[in-house]
C-alpha cells in the first residue's frame, strides 16, 4: 500500500516537471488565408504551433508562415523579426484557431 503511494506520487512529480520543461506552452493549429489578389491562387496554410495563448499561437503562425514564403512573396523578402510578423498580418488573414493539432481532411476521404 505503501509503495504504491510512493510510486503515484513520484509519477505526479515527474508528469509536473515534465510540464514545467515544456513551459506549458500547448500546441494549437492556425488557419491563414491569403488576402492579396495577386496571391489568390496559393492554398490556405494550415501552420502547427506551441504556444502559451491562442493570441501568441496566432502571432507565431504568421512568423512561421512568412518565413517559408520568405524566397517567394516579395513583401517578405529583407525582413526579420517584428517587421516580417506585420508584413505577413497584410497578406495573411487568420480564418481560425484550433487547440490542439489539427489536420485538413479530403471529404472524399469518407
Known sequence: MLRTFIETFKAIRARKRAAAA????????VVLDWMPEAYQDYAVEVVHVRAATPLAAVW???LQAARAYASQVAEFQGLDGEE???AATQVFRRVCTFPGVQHATNSMDF
Not at 22 to 29: A, C, Q, R, V
Open 22 to 29: 515544456t513551459g506549458g506552452l500547448k500546441p494549437y493549429t
Open 60 to 62: 507565431a503562425a504568421y
Open 84 to 86: 516580417l510578423i506585420l
